[in-house]
């Protein structure tokens, strides 16, 4: 594996600025607090929000069709791999198809994000026993991707997760922390800032995707990053 150049303290303060990442928190809770399509779901220790019938059915069936056609199973980051960990498969869907563009802008819309400060669009199938077990989105600085993931756009701020379906048991997002479960609900967005109110990862951001027990559950997954995200295709 190729040496990765570490960062300086000055470096880390561009990928990951308490004071910067806080900014946004507050920007993005002020944006989602005045929409009323979207619920708080009431919490000290996250700022987690719901938008029920954000994406309609038809949106939905047609993002199930695409991860169907393209999923491999999902990954990892290196270093950080472990068996049974995270088993369903994911995929990158197309960013230039149209509809993948208007539902990426929606998303980022509705949280007043810029779409250059997104990943690409993610979209995960789990089956009968898969699961994501839990986890944080956001990087750990201690580990060995944090410069590289870091130069490529810093850290992640918010995740924004659509349920594509409803399995027909089990597959909730539990947040272990909360003592909370989000049972999926199709076309409903759920929305969280992986950073507290001090602009520092928020360790109780801990979540986790429960394994189904009956049918398959289908999602799409959107990170949100501290700057511009590198790795987005340039058009
Ligand atoms: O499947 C879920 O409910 C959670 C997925 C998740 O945590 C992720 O994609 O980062
Ligand atoms: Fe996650």
Redo the contacts with the bound molecule.
Sequence with gaps: MPTIKPLSKQDTLKYANPKRMAEIGRDVTDTLNANPHVQWLESPHVQLYVCQNFLSDKDCDLLVKMIDADSQPSTLYEGTEKEGYRT?D?CNVDPHDPDIKRIDQMICDLMGIPASHSEIL?G?R?KVGQ??KD?H?FFHESEQYWPTEARAGGQRTW?A?A?LNEPEEG????FPQLTYS?A?RKGML?MWNNMGIDGKPNLNTL????PVIRGT?Y?I?K?FRLNAWRGAPTN
Excluded: C, N, R
């Design positions: 369903s994911s993610q995960q789990y699961e994501f986890h989105d995740t997760m349920y597959g909730g997002t539990a989000v999926p759920l979540h986790a995707g429960t559950k999602i997954t990170w």
